[in-house]
Nanobody, 123 residues
């Protein structure tokens, strides 16, 4: 099994920044890509960003391009999401994800999910 544990979510003002972290444990050899999804109240879960094993390939939803940056530290089995210029519409539960291919994560979905961390952006 794979365990993904997110941290870093909190209340922040619009225009502010947050960094989310996700630590993976267990059968970490069973996936290559990691990523983030989010789900706002009353909406479907949506893809945010994904990163390949090497970190050389990253993918973003159009809504966060230029504001969010995904990165990873394989020595720590951890993926990060740096979120800048936050907007109230970024308010959501953010879920860490892991799967086979970063390029396809937004289309086919991940194999593993974390429990989520709440990010609230006040106006």
């Amino acid at each position: 099994q794979v365990q993904l544990v997110e941290s870093g979510g909190e209340l922040v003002q619009a225009g502010g920044s947050l960094r989310l972290s996700c630590a993976a444990s267990g059968r970490t050899f069973s996936f290559n890509a990691m990523g983030w999804f989010r789900q706002a109240p009353g909406k479907e879960r949506e893809f945010v960003a994904a990163i390949s094993w090497s970190g050389s390939s990253t993918y973003y939803a159009d809504s966060v391009k230029g504001r969010f940056t995904i990165s990873r530290d394989n020595a720590k089995n951890t993926v990060y999401l740096q979120m800048n210029s936050l907007k109230p519409e970024d308010t959501a539960v953010y879920y860490c994800a892991a799967g086979a291919t970063a390029r396809l994560m937004g289309v086919s979905g991940p194999a593993y999910w974390g429990q989520g961390t709440q990010v609230t952006v006040s106006s």
